[in-house]
Structure formats: structure tokens, C-alpha cells
């Protein structure tokens, strides 16, 4: 593939990235405001040998995605908040049968029908509370169209490496903003399937994927098996830091209010103000550690201030992070109130000058 | 000396968990008769569900999946896009079939999934101890309806193979019993149809097959066995579709 720069919506670079990573088989229902995903699937896949199917409901979708992933084939689904709570059983399910996913959740305003404005309020959901039992999705929050085509096709090979459902966490900003978008040939390794997938058994032995355990020994061992791999996935944290250790306010966000956030922090910096900005960009394992780097290296005492597209949700990975050894103040803006950086600068140097927290 | 008698070769030398006079352990001979018969136990991927068949994957020999409940048509639609040489059954029961799954297993046939889907109907959930099914007979008692199916609370219930005839994309539809030796042998027939329906890519093959639970009846195994009898007046057998037959014998239209 021949680099060439392109201006694409965030949702057509999320799509791009998955054909870059040779996804063969979307599987997934209409919902605003991710439809250009299936239907540039639509007209692309078939063309590149994969399929394209549009199926009679999210729970259908997921259903089919996992049964794709279970032969071994790249497969993946999109929808956006209603939907992606629809397909929460499944996610469970994929999960406990370590099928390799890719799923992304173009996030609207909630909760219910809610609207179709960009909203951060599936934070909770994807990170923590994606379906019943013990279990994590890998979770990255792109920033702009360029990182939602790298990462939708690193996601593949995430996905792969730890046998693991992988959520792309975009929103309505994101995926309906058109920009620049390089694109260009990206490395994505590809896992052996070999010793797992079913593809009929010849010349071996049969093999099922389950996910019921009745012996309270084997289950237990899976969920501790989940729970290492988990650990594991630390060692691909990926995130943005921009922090000098004289600075006395770090703003931590992600996602689009992230590129806001940024703007306002480079801002208040060129005016000598200290503040420093930090980006999580896999959100689940969340970057404890990097974090906790911050204060120990800080010359001052820190206060973290956290704003976010929601009521208050990434806020609380961020306390737990800092345990107790510096303050945190939440910055909320509800799904339809985005705030131009000016605002955010504001807020940040009240956040500078006084001990308190802005009232929620 | 001819052999006329054995162990299927995709039958796995386990015990069988299932109750005394349960009609799954039947069936799961037949599908491996089947199986072996059409020489395709290396291509094929089962699809278990959840209930009493759940465990599938102890029993027959080739690659299975689980899917969650009532959504094994949907990911036998997954498996069967991405690798359309593998020939994809699911196992299913009354509840997760024609309950939950109603949707996924409707759209699957609509669509002419070239699958195959198996439905056992013992008209209750056997697993979680023999409550309301859609399949309950009216007048029925379950642990659901103590006093009976009332068809003005519950209605009544669905004749999916008589439904599923009316589709364009549904190449086989019937439904059987395994309850008499002759009956055993007509649901081999039939199953092995419903796989050809995929096989030669002619579109969904659904067999329904009525069967005994003993111990949610609250019946004797032979009672049991007799009793099935009585669901063939609500649920008749037979083929209510049959574009396999057709297609054998050269019938191009």
C-alpha cells in the first residue's frame, strides 16, 4: 500500500484501519452516529473476499462476530451506546471463550435513547461493566482520525496476542469530524490460531471452546487465568504524557474533550503557567503506574484535574491511581455541553489558585 | 459376516448424563450416524446451547462451540460466513429455540443460512426443572403454570416446522419423534436431508424431533415414551418442506 493522505471522518479511519489489519468479516445493525462503518464495510469487503452482513439486531451481531472469531477469521462489530448495551451478553461470552473481537463503540449521549450527541458516558460500561462475570475488554480511546485508523488495526492484533474482545472507544465528535488522515502500511502481527480455532478436525483431534464450568475448581481456575492475562496486558499501556516535573496541575482526559483539554493546557503553558496534561489512550489496564511516576517525580504537590464528557467516570480510575497522595477534581460536562478551551483554561487555573473544587 | 451394528465412528466413548428416558441420547447417535454417513465429521462444527445439551461437546466428535442462550443460529451464521466450507449444525432445545432465540433462529431461516438446525421439543425446560416453554401443550402443568397452560394468559404454541415450510430461504422443514424403531429410522432419513439442505447449498435445514422428559413429566421412561404420543396431535409429524428430495432426483426447477 502506497502512503497518501486523505480527509476522512473518525468513523472511515476506524473502518480503514480494520481492512488495513485484514479483517474479513463485519458482522453489525444500523445506529447513528456510526452507520458510515457497516456501509464502507458494505462496499469494501466484498470486493477484498471478506463478508459483509447486516444482521436483525445488535444481539444477532455480536452473536455472529462470535462465531466468526471462533474459526479464527479477523471479525468485528460497531454500533453505539444502545446497541453496545444490547451486545453485553455477548461480550461476556467472548470473553470467557477467549475469542479475539474487535468491537467499537462510537459513544452517544445516555442514558436510554438518550441522543445522538458525543458523549464519554459509556466510560463505566466498557471498562468495567461490559456484561456479567469476571472479566475486561482491552479498551483504546483514540484522539483523531489518524490514531482511530493506527489503533482500530492494532486492536486486531491486541485482540490476538491475548485471545481478548478489544473495544475502539470513539464518540460522536470523533467519528463525525472529518481531518487529515495518513494512510500507510501498518505492521500488525498475526497470532498463530492453529492450536485453538475450529475449523473442522482434520488431521487432529476434535476441540470444543465452552464456557460453562460446573466444577467449582476448573471455574475458579478460569477466572484466575482471565485475571493474569489481564495483568499482563499492562505491559501494552499506551498513553500521552506532556508533564514537566515543576507542574503543579495535571489535567488527565481522553478522547475527544482530551484534544480540548490539550489546547487548553499548551495554552495556559505559553503563558508560564505550570500545568501538564496527560492522556490515557488504553483505558483498561488503565495507566496506573505513569501515574503514580507523575507524583513521585513532581517537585510540587499535585492536584490531577479530570474533565470529561460525563457526570464523572474516569475520574474515580484516576483516584484510585493516585491513592489518596494528591487531590482530584472532577470537571463534568454532560453529554451535549462541550466547552471551548478558554472555558477549560479557566476552570484549570481556578484549580491552580485555590485549594478547592469547582461545584459539580 | 456383514456388520449391521456399530459404535459411530463421531461418537465419543463417554457415558451419557442424560436422564433415564430421555430422547437426546437417541438423537445424538442418529447425528453421528448421520455425520459418519456423509463423511463430514472433519468439516463440521456444532453449535451447543444452553440447556440440557449444553454439554454437546462430550458426546460428539467434531468441533463445537458454545453459544449463549437462544443464539446458536446466529453464531452457526458467524462460523458458516467465514468458512462457508464447514458444514455448521446447531443443537438446540424448544426454549432456547423458539423462546429467546425466536429472532436469531427466524432471521437465520429467512435468510437461507445454509445451516442446520436441530430442535429438540420435549415441550418444557428441562435444565432449570420443567417450567413454561412455548411449546407447552395448553392445559399442560409446568412448575410455571401449576394449574396448567392457560391459552388466554400464556396462548398457544408455535408450529415451527409448519412455519418455516412458508420460507423462500428454509430448503428442509419437519418434524419427527424417536418415541418407535420405525420413527427412529424415519428422523435418521430426515436429518440427514436437513444436513444435504447445506451441503448442496440449498438453504436452512430444520428438523424438530419431539421428545421425552421423563422426569419434568413426572412419568415413568416407558410412560414418558407413550406419552410422546399425544404431542403428535398438536405437534404433527412429517416433511412440511422438502427442496432436498427435489434436487436428488434431478429436479432442476
Known amino acids: 500500500m502506497k502512503t497518501k493522505k486523505i480527509l476522512a471522518k473518525g468513523i472511515e479511519a476506524i473502518a480503514l484501519g480494520a481492512l488495513e489489519a485484514g479483517c474479513k468479516c463485519y458482522f453489525g445493525y444500523p445506529i447513528t452516529p456510526q452507520n458510515e462503518i457497516p456501509e464502507l464495510m458494505a462496499r469494501e469487503l466484498p470486493k477484498r473476499g471478506g463478508v459483509f452482513l447486516q444482521a436483525e439486531s445488535e444481539l444477532a451481531a455480536i452473536n455472529m462476530v462470535l462465531g466468526a472469531c471462533a474459526t479464527g477469521i479477523r471479525a468485528m462489530t460497531s454500533s453505539s451506546s444502545p446497541g453496545i448495551s444490547l451486545m453485553c451478553e455477548a461480550f461476556s461470552y467472548i470473553a470467557a471463550l477467549e475469542l479475539p473481537a474487535v468491537v467499537v463503540n462510537v459513544m452517544r449521549g445516555g442514558p436510554g435513547l438518550g441522543g445522538i450527541e458525543a458523549s464519554q458516558g459509556d466510560y463505566f460500561q466498557a471498562v468495567k461493566g461490559s456484561g456479567h462475570g469476571d472479566f475486561h475488554f482491552m479498551v483504546l480511546a483514540p484522539y483523531n482520525a489518524q490514531e482511530a485508523y493506527e489503533f482500530t488495526a492494532k486492536a486486531f492484533e491486541f485482540a490476538e496476542k491475548y485471545r481478548n474482545p478489544v473495544m475502539i472507544l470513539s464518540d460522536a465528535i470523533l467519528g463525525q469530524m472529518k481531518e487529515p488522515l495518513v494512510l500507510k502500511k501498518l505492521r500488525i502481527k498475526k497470532y498463530n490460531k492453529n492450536n485453538w480455532a475450529l475449523t473442522g478436525a482434520k488431521n487432529r483431534p476434535s476441540r470444543f471452546i465452552r464456557s460453562l464450568f460446573l466444577s467449582s475448581q476448573e471455574l475458579k481456575g478460569k477466572n484466575l487465568k482471565l485475571a493474569k492475562k489481564y495483568k499482563k496486558m499492562e505491559k501494552d499501556i499506551i498513553y500521552e504524557s506532556l508533564v514537566n516535573d515543576e507542574d503543579k496541575v495535571i489535567v488527565v482526559a481522553f478522547g475527544s474533550i482530551a484534544r480540548i483539554a490539550k489546547d487548553a493546557c499548551l495554552n495556559l503553558r505559553k503563558k508560564g503557567y505550570p500545568v501538564g496534561f496527560f492522556r490515557p489512550i488504553t483505558l483498561f489496564p488503565f495507566p496506573v503506574k505513569p501515574i503514580q511516576e507523575l507524583i513521585k517525580n513532581a517537585k510540587n504537590s499535585l492536584k490531577f484535574v479530570v474533565p470529561e464528557l460525563n457526570c464523572g467516570q474516569m475520574v474515580e480510575d484516576v483516584k484510585l491511581a493516585v491513592n489518596g497522595k494528591a487531590s482530584v477534581i472532577p470537571l463534568p460536562y454532560p453529554p451535549s455541553v462541550i466547552p471551548f478551551p478558554e472555558e477549560l483554561e479557566k476552570e484549570i487555573k481556578k484549580c491552580l489558585s485555590s485549594l478547592s473544587s469547582r461545584k459539580a | ?253
Open chain 2, 1 to 253: 459376516m456383514p456388520e449391521f451394528f456399530k459404535f459411530p465412528k463421531s461418537l465419543k466413548k463417554t457415558n451419557f448424563h442424560y436422564c433415564p428416558g430421555c430422547h437426546h441420547s437417541i438423537v445424538h447417535r442418529l447425528l453421528c450416524e448421520v455425520i459418519d454417513e456423509l463423511n463430514i465429521q472433519e468439516k463440521s462444527v456444532g453449535i451447543a446451547s444452553i440447556g440440557c445439551s449444553c454439554f454437546l461437546y462430550f458426546y460428539i466428535d467434531v468441533d463445537i462451540l458454545e453459544a449463549p442462550h437462544g443464539r446458536a443460529c446466529a453464531a452457526a451464521t458467524g462460523v458458516k460466513r467465514a468458512r462457508p466450507e464447514l458444514v455448521v449444525f446447531t443443537y438446540q432445545g424448544d426454549g432456547d429455540f423458539a423462546a429467546i432465540g425466536f429472532n436469531e433462529s427466524f432471521h437465520s431461516a429467512l435468510r437461507g443460512e445454509k445451516i442446520t438446525a436441530i430442535m429438540i421439543n420435549n415441550t418444557v425446560y428441562g435444565m432449570t426443572g420443567g417450567q413454561l416453554s412455548p411449546t407447552t401443550l395448553p392445559g399442560q402443568k409446568t412448575t410455571t403454570t401449576p394449574e396448567g397452560r392457560d391459552p388466554n394468559l400464556y396462548g398457544y404454541p408455535p408450529k415451527i416446522a409448519e412455519i418455516f415450510a412458508g420460507l423462500e430461504g428454509v430448503a428442509f422443514s419437519g418434524r419427527f419423534a424417536v418415541n418407535t424403531p420405525k420413527r427412529v429410522l424415519e428422523t435418521k432419513k430426515a436429518l440427514k436431508k436437513a444436513f444435504l439442505a447445506q451441503i448442496n447449498n440449498l438453504g436452512f435445514g430444520y428438523i424438530e424431533i419431539l421428545s421425552a422428559c421423563p422426569i419434568n413429566w413426572k412419568l415413568d421412561p416407558v410412560s414418558a415414551n407413550k406419552a410422546v404420543d399425544k404431542l403428535t396431535k398438536v405437534f404433527p409429524l412429517g416433511t412440511f418442506k422438502d427442496e432436498v428430495e427435489k434436487f436428488l432426483s434431478g429436479d432442476k426447477s
